[in-house]
């Protein structure tokens, strides 16, 4: 089976930074993407950015410029480097992993994986 594990939530200050981390454990054979959601109280989920293993990266344009995404390969690790963060960044922030994992039969599955989801929250 495959996990993903998200740490490095809490309480920041607006103005404040953050650096989310997720680790994707199990049989992985290959990591196509993986990607940072959140969900603001009383809203849907909404991606925030996306990263592939080549390293090319996409924003929302709520967090372009103010938000980092990268990934260590090696580790199978993502991480969010949220920077000048805002009352309206306040949200559980979700990992999510495109990638491909050996079964219990020798086959290579492909699929989407989430993480369990840790809290951000922005105040003063």
């Known amino acids: 089976q495959v996990q993903l594990v998200e740490s490095g939530g809490g309480l920041v200050q607006p103005g404040g930074s953050l650096r989310l981390s997720c680790a994707a454990s199990?049989?992985?054979?290959?990591?196509?993407?993986m990607a940072w959601y959140h969900q603001p109280p009383w809203k849907q989920r909404e991606l925030v950015a996306t990263i592939t293993s080549d390293g090319i990266a996409n924003y929302a344009d709520s967090v372009k410029g103010r938000f980092t995404i990268s990934i260590d390969n090696a580790q199978n690790t993502v991480y969010l480097q949220m920077s000048s963060l805002k009352p309206e960044d306040t949200a559980v922030y979700y990992c999510n992993a495109d990638l491909s994992h050996l079964t219990i039969l020798p086959n290579e599955r492909r699929a989407y994986y989430w993480g369990q989801g840790t809290q951000v929250t922005v105040a003063s």
């Open positions: 199990g049989r992985i054979v290959r990591i196509y993407r």
